[in-house]
């Protein structure tokens, strides 16, 4: 069996100052320097990602941001591009969330866009999909996340990105999809990526996001297909961010 490093990803979403946001890095760096066994990465706003570099510059805390364009440069107002993300210090691009294809409209074409441009950039998408509540109780959330997945792969290279399956009715909500049924859905997202990719399916990580807290972490992160967490609120606190990342080791 092939093993994969977790990965343990905070995305701070709207929240945080600039000078909020580099207490919260310092703090995680003062707690996880030093750090193996876990690749780690915070997704703070967009006008904290150049400071919050700095703080983390040399430390194991990757830089990520919430969200791209799918176009580098042009006449694209209030846009920022794959390449001035790579500019500013990002390693992973969260693509896709369910926020911005709810709130903002965006679609499965914008979203094979923003993973296809994010690579050409030499970043990793970190690429979300996942049912809504009406979905789970039609019974259609494998046809809804494996069709994510085929429309978010399609043409672009399956073997160099990140996939989160965030269950749209888990976030945010305090509840979670119970250990087994998160793992039935990995199971099959990797199943659908071995498809495509063959063995290098192995060696992709496939995050659980959703309400993940310290609490339940490591009851989600012992299944064997669940690679790491996608965390909302619970990474806005030094304490209860580093202890979900001290249950992936
Ligand atoms: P949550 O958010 O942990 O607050 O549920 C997860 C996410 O939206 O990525």
Aim: proline share 4%; glycine share 10%.
């Amino acid at each position: 069996m092939t093993s994969r490093t977790p990965l343990i990803a905070g995305n701070w979403k709207l929240h945080n100052t600039i000078a909020q946001s580099v207490t919260l890095a310092t703090a995680l760096r003062a707690e996880l320097d030093g750090t193996s066994g876990v690749e780690i990465a915070v997704a703070p706003v967009a006008t904290a990602l150049h400071p919050v570099a700095s703080a983390l510059e040399g430390s194991p805390i990757a830089l990520a941001a919430q969200n791209t364009h799918w176009e580098s440069r042009g006449a694209f107002t209030g846009e920022l591009g794959p390449a001035l993300l790579a500019d500013v210090g990002c390693r992973y691009v969260i693509v896709g969330h369910s926020e911005r294809r709810q709130l903002f409209g965006e679609t499965e074409e914008g979203v094979r866009k923003k993973v296809r441009a994010v690579q050409a950039a030499g970043l990793v998408p970190i690429v979300c999909v996942g049912e809504t509540l009406a979905q789970r109780e039609e019974d259609a959330t494998l046809g809804i996340v494996l069709g994510q997945v085929d429309a978010a792969l399609a043409g672009n290279d399956a073997s160099r990105l990140v996939i989160a399956y965030e269950p749209v009715w888990a976030i945010g909500t305090g509840k979670t999809a119970s250990p087994a049924d998160a793992q039935a859905v990995h199971a099959a997202i990797r199943g659908r990526l071995s498809a495509v990719i063959g063995e290098l399916a192995q060696r992709l990580q496939i995050l659980y996001g959703g309400s993940v807290k310290a609490e339940n972490a490591r009851d989600l992160l012992s299944q064997p297909d669940i690679d790491g967490a996608l965390v909302g609120g619970a990474s806005l606190e030094a304490k209860s961010f580093t202890s979900i990342v001290r249950a992936a080791l």
